[in-house]
């Protein structure tokens, strides 16, 4: 069964860090794009990150470009989401999925900037 585990989610101040874990479990995670998503109180779901195979090939969001920074360990079958320069308008809780569309949602992190 295909699980996907989010932890590292807090709450922070304006221009604090964070950096979320995303442990799955249930399939080969080398041969999945890894993405990160988030929902944002009354919005849709959006994609934040994407991140090959690899890591060879790596997009962001508008938003976060240049704040963000995804990775991956393979060996660990885990996948990271940095965090940096937090903006209030980055709560949300966070997600992570390798599936496209995207399925079997875990539980999310929830990251909430505010002084």
């Known amino acids: 069964q295909v699980q996907f585990a989010e932890s590292g989610g807090g709450l922070v101040q304006p221009g604090g860090s964070l950096r979320l874990s995303c442990v799955t479990s249930g399939f080969t995670f080398s041969t999945a794009t890894l993405r990160w998503y988030r929902q944002a109180p009354g919005k849709e779901r959006e994609l934040v990150a994407t991140?090959?195979?690899?890591?060879?090939?790596?997009t962001y969001a508008t938003s976060v470009k240049e704040r963000f920074t995804i990775s991956r360990d393979n060996a660990k079958n885990t996948g990271y989401l940095q965090m940096n320069s937090l903006k209030p308008e980055d709560t949300a809780v966070y997600y992570c999925n390798t599936w496209n569309p995207p399925r079997s949602w875990g539980q999310g992190t929830q990251v909430t900037v505010s002084s």
């Open positions: 991140i090959s195979r690899t890591g060879g090939i790596i």
